[in-house]
């Protein structure tokens, strides 16, 4: 079976961090596109960071941007995302996405909660 998995979510005051990790089961992550994503109730999906699978340059969207950072594991297995600073409206469930030759994959998600 091939899935990914996101772990780390959860509940953290204004101006806290966390990290998110998606592991890759099944497959590599090596020579993928890698991306994060999250999306609030009621609101549309909203892309934060990505990695192209060979030009290693990342995106990060303006709501995110000096904030958080995206990165693959040593051993590529799993895609990781790093979040400092955190505000009320990062408040979203948090999705990767990652991308190999034909095929293309979602996390369940993780929740992330961010208030005081």
């Known amino acids: 079976q091939k899935h990914l998995a996101e772990s780390g979510g959860g509940l953290v005051q204004p101006g806290g961090s966390l990290r998110l990790s998606c592991a890759a089961s099944?497959?590599?992550?090596?020579?993928?596109?890698i991306a994060w994503f999250r999306q609030a109730p009621g609101k549309a999906r909203e892309g934060l960071s990505c990695v192209g699978s060979t030009d290693n340059h990342a995106y990060y969207s303006d709501s995110v941007k000096g904030r958080f950072t995206i990165s693959r594991d040593n051993v590529k297995t799993a895609i990781n995302l790093q979040m400092n600073n955190l505000k009320p409206e990062d408040t979203a469930v948090y999705l990767c996405?990652?991308?190999?030759?034909?095929?293309?994959?979602w996390g369940q998600g993780t929740q992330v909660t961010v208030s005081s």
């Open positions: 996405h990652v991308t190999v030759p034909g095929k293309n994959y």
């Open positions: 099944g497959f590599s992550l090596v020579n993928s596109a």
